[in-house]
Each structure stands twice: as structure tokens, then as C-alpha cells.
């Protein structure tokens, strides 16, 4: 991993965190991350789609929503966005 990747790998997970506990206010910054999955922090099906439309918009991506359907948890979310970001 080099230095700019693991940057950007940085600045992506704080995003993705901001983004959930702005739509998931209770869940506690050191939960957002590892294997969990979103419904593991108690995000329903709007909640999840509202995480990954923001997460979406505000990364400026141009990837369909079906695309994040199969991402098992936190940290294989941010290697995807990381990953269509470039």
C-alpha cells in the first residue's frame, strides 16, 4: 500500500463515518469500521440507501446503487469507493 493510497483509504473511511453518524447519530465512532455490516449499526433498508446515496454524492462517483448491494461490511465498502475513485 503506498503512501497516497493509504491517504486516500484514510479520508474515505473518515468519510464513510461522518456520513453514517449523520444518518445513524447513536452509533459510536469506533463501531463504524471492520467487519461490521450497516445493519449490524442498526441502519434499515432507507437508512442504507440514504448512507451509500450520500457516500455516492459526496465522493462524486458514478457508480449504480445495485453496485454496493453485495459489500459485505464497513471496510470492504471503503476499499470500493476507494477503488472507484480512481
Given amino acids: 500500500m503506498t503512501l497516497a493510497h493509504s491517504s486516500q483509504r484514510a479520508a474515505t473511511h473518515a468519510l464513510v463515518r461522518e456520513v453514517v453518524r449523520g444518518i445513524l447519530p447513536g ?46 461490511d464497513i471496510e470492504t465498502l471503503v476499499d470500493f469507493l476507494c477503488e472507484e475513485q480512481r
Fill in 27 to 72: 452509533v459510536p465512532d469506533e463501531l463504524i469500521g471492520g467487519g461490521r455490516h450497516l445493519k449490524d449499526l442498526g441502519a434499515d433498508s432507507v437508512d442504507r440507501v440514504e448512507i451509500i446515496a450520500l457516500l455516492v454524492e459526496r465522493t462524486g462517483i458514478r457508480t449504480p446503487m445495485s453496485a454496493f448491494s453485495d459489500i459485505p
